[in-house]
């Protein structure tokens, strides 16, 4: 395993991470999560993402129980706050309310003081960016939290919290966006402010959601057991990308994939990695052996013919619109 800055902050943090987002507490049971989890551990993955939304609250308790006996300090354990985990008007979003009372529970869950990083799942129209960084703030001198993250913020929303951040005297050091071959949507603006800044992007969906490990053949059903069919394991995020005209290219990466020794979903992975703005590369798993395959991707250099024709392939069909990077324009 190789490591990274998580920015310019001095966390380090194993260039492939650990995510539970549709894995832990709905697709697997917990024997085969916790399975996967310490097979995460013995491969040299330290940093491990979750959410208290996933699963309904139940993904942390989950990761929580399978760390638990862990040495805490050799752990970066990430979670995040703003999607809805009750039924009351503020169980969601960002105010000052629902974070105090988000971290706490997402401690309890975990089994643990602190998390190394806390961050926003997504920008919070509904609450003054000044009410949420302060009450992040308070969080992070409480100790509760190391640092300061955000996930799928515009350039500009991630410009307006750092300054604050540096106001309040507190390391806004990450986001965390969906960034794959196919989605490259913040490479315009959000990777030439983070630089700027000083802030890492910690990315979801290196491997388009399996659509890049080419599992997935145009003109034919998805796979048994995939998650295209499985409604508990996000089929509805996949759906947009199973069409014969993303298939198609894909499929023509293989022989880049096999010339390079890696396989598609290492190559995936190990192409996000390429991005020295990347800190993390998150990869989920139902299986052990899916995890053992991915980290041979960490400190893959990809030479420059190599990245040429990966692009020259997937242009037609690569989405770079960056006003695709959104949140809800009102809490869900």
């Known amino acids: 395993m190789q490591f990274r800055h998580l920015g310019r902050s001095g966390l380090m943090v194993s260039e492939i991470s650990y995510g539970n987002w ?15 989890v310490h097979a995460a551990l013995e491969l040299g993955i330290t940093t491990f993402d979750t959410a208290d939304v996933y699963a309904g609250t139940r993904a942390e308790s989950v990761l929580g129980r399978a760390l638990a006996g ?52 997504r920008y919070d129209y509904s609450t003054p960016l000044e009410e949420t960084m302060e009450a992040f703030a ?5 100790g509760k939290a190391l ?24 390391q806004l050091v990450s986001n965390q966006p969906q960034y794959n071959m196919l989605w490259r949507v913040i490479e315009a603006e959000v990777v030439p402010t983070s ?19 080419g599992k997935y053949l145009p003109g034919q059903p998805a796979p048994a057991g995939s998650r295209a069919t499985d409604e508990k394991s996000g089929a509805n995020v996949i759906q947009r990308l199973l069409t014969d005209e993303v298939l198609g290219p ?12 890696l396989t598609m979903a ?25 995890l053992q395959d991915n980290v041979k991707a960490a400190g893959v250099k990809l030479d420059a013919g190599v990245l040429k024709a ?14 695709k990077n959104v949140s809800p324009a009102t809490r869900p």
């Open 22 to 36: 549709i894995t832990h507490g709905s697709q697997v049971e917990e024997e085969q999560a916790t399975a996967c």
């Open 138 to 142: 308070d969080v992070v001198r409480s």
């Open 310 to 323: 990966i692009d020259e392939i997937l242009d037609p069909v690569v989405e770079r619109d960056p006003a």
């Open 70 to 121: 862990q040495r805490r300090e050799g752990l970066e354990i990430f979670t995040k706050v703003y999607w809805p985990t009750g039924p009351g008007v503020n169980d969601r979003g960002l105010s000052r309310k629902h974070i105090s009372e988000s971290i706490n529970a997402s401690l309890r869950r975990l089994q643990t003081d602190y998390v190394d990083l806390y961050q926003a799942h």
């Open 266 to 290: 290492q190559l995936a992975v190990a192409w996000v990695l390429q991005n020295q703005n990347v800190s993390s590369a998150i990869v989920g798993a139902t299986r052990p052996e899916q």
């Open 147 to 170: 640092y300061i993250g955000v996930s799928e913020w515009r350039a500009s929303e991630i410009r307006a919290a750092y300054d604050l951040a540096r106001e309040l005297k507190i």
């Open 250 to 261: 894909v499929q023509r990466l293989k022989p880049i994939a096999d010339e390079a020794g």
């Open 195 to 213: 630089e700027e800044l000083g802030i890492g992007q910690i990315v979801w969906s290196p491997i388009a959601q399996g659509v890049l490990t």
